[in-house]
């Protein structure tokens, strides 16, 4: 594809070698690609991460360059999962003394008519940065609004414990205990879910947009991974639920991803208090429960999401010990 106007070129690259030479130059410029943080996104990871999907049927590589030069202006990686087409992550990614140019915007059109080609009429992409950084996502979010994308749900907070520091004790409630919940159905899971993520208008208004909540079939689908281990190591121990003498006040489900790049650490999935509930040290209780499994298999951290205006969450984790450290936004786009 040539464009005189803008005067770049996009082309299909189908060498994963000549490819990831484009993408490390193109990334130079990027934070975490000069500096990873402790839990941010890393180099070695997202390359064997390319090397692993390159060449595949549902997967494309483009690469933009100037016409006349051949220098590289931009590279963007998409791959297909369930029908949407997904954007690399921090991508399309162009050098930042390319970024006032066309580059950006004629990779994403250029991967719009691939996609449309593979009949798949939606795309996604996602951004997670520096929670005190949020300037370094700037430059991508403008192109994607550029580009027709719209922000998908609500936006979202990550945020990470270490267990080897004291955290919090949670204070003793009368008539609590807390039993196994792994022999539960997904179902049951679910159901659990929506009462505890949807009961009331100030639940919906938080978690309403997001489909992984809001919808039971792709909730199931949720939970049944990580029962699964498709996400990670998730042992019986990993599913407790809370019983408020007989009856459920509230539920945790967790699991161990194992990754060469990172210490140790485990990720709470979910944690839903039932209405009636809340405000009685629950959520606490479940937290200082999980977080003794993990320590138990050796786990570092603890990570966990939630949406950024999920306050009562929020002063809830950090009472815990953790600390908010990335934002997350979604995005899509009807092609």
């Not at 130059?25 to 941010?40: N, Q, Y």
């Not at 689908?221 to 809370?242: D, H, I, Q, T």
């Not at 570092?300 to 002063?315: C, H, L, W």
Request: glycine share 8%; aromatic share 10%; proline share 5%.
């Amino acid at each position: 594809m040539i464009d005189a106007k803008m005067k770049v070129i996009v082309e299909k690259v189908d060498s994963v070698e000549e490819y990831l030479e484009h993408w490390t130059r193109a990334m130079a410029d990027v934070h975490w690609f000069k500096k990873g943080g402790l839990f941010d996104y890393n180099r070695d990871e997202m390359v064997e991460e390319i090397a692993g999907e390159f060449g595949q049927s549902g997967s494309i590589h483009l690469v933009a360059k100037s016409p006349s030069t051949a220098e590289i202006l931009g590279v963007l990686g998409v791959k297909v999962r369930r029908d949407v087409g997904t954007f690399g992550r921090w991508e399309p990614v162009v050098p930042l003394k390319h970024r006032n140019g066309e580059a950006g915007k004629t990779l994403v059109k250029e991967a719009f008519s691939w996609l449309r080609e593979k009949r798949v009429s939606k795309a996604t992409c996602l951004l997670r940065f520096p929670h005190s950084r949020p300037e370094t996502a700037r430059w991508h979010m403008t192109l994607y609004r550029e580009c027709g994308f719209v922000r998908r749900g609500l936006a979202s907070v990550m945020l990470l414990a270490d267990l080897r520091k004291a955290l919090m004790t949670a204070e003793r409630v009368e008539n609590l205990h807390i039993v196994k919940g792994y022999d539960l159905s997904v179902e049951e899971y679910a159901d659990f879910t929506r009462r505890a993520y949807l009961s009331t208008p100030e639940d919906r208004a938080i978690h309403g947009l997001d489909p992984s909540v809001s919808s039971p079939e792709e909730n199931m689908r949720v939970l049944r991974a990580v029962k699964n281990g498709e996400y990670g190591f998730s042992p019986p121990e990993c599913w407790k639920v809370a019983m408020l003498k007989d009856e459920v006040a509230g539920f945790i489900a967790a699991f161990m991803p194992e990754s060469k790049c990172r210490p140790p650490y485990g990720v709470i999935a979910e944690l839903g208090i039932f209405p009636k509930f809340r405000r009685r040290g629950v959520g606490s209780v479940l937290i200082a429960a999980m977080h003794e499994c993990f320590k138990n298999h050796e786990r570092q951290y603890s990570y966990v999401g939630t949406p950024k205006n999920n306050e009562a969450a929020i002063r809830l984790y950090r009472k815990a010990g953790y600390r908010p450290v990335f934002q997350i936004i979604n995005f899509e786009k009807t092609i």
